[in-house]
């Protein structure tokens, strides 16, 4: 009989471990050699880091290909930012009635 995937103490440090690994996965592009490679080690032994890590690569590629924005896209953002930032606060947020 093999033990299940929700195991002991081991299974849960080794869900921590890959809990680490996957938030290194982002910058993976950016590490420095040695953890970078060490990370590729665990990623290609481990299925759940290899389908984080095939789900970043696909995201960076996607988004690499993404043309950049035009300067209006930028100013419209701007404009709605300073219009919430203008605008009077919600009926909730007034603490005119009830605080003292
Ligand atoms: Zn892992």
Known sequence: MTA????????????????AIQRRL??????????ATALQAHVCACRDC????RLFRGLLAAIRDMPAPEDAYWDRIAEAIMARIRA?????????????
């Not at 299940?4 to 890959?18: I, T």
């Not at 290899?50 to 890590?53: K, V």
């Open 4 to 19: 299940g995937p929700r195991g002991g103490g081991r299974e849960r440090s080794r869900s921590r471990h890959c809990r």
């Open 26 to 35: 982002v910058f993976l592009e950016e590490l420095p050699e040695a953890e």
């Open 50 to 53: 290899g389908r984080t890590e």
């Open 88 to 100: 009077p606060p919600p009926p909730w947020m007034d603490q005119s009635s009830g605080v003292e």
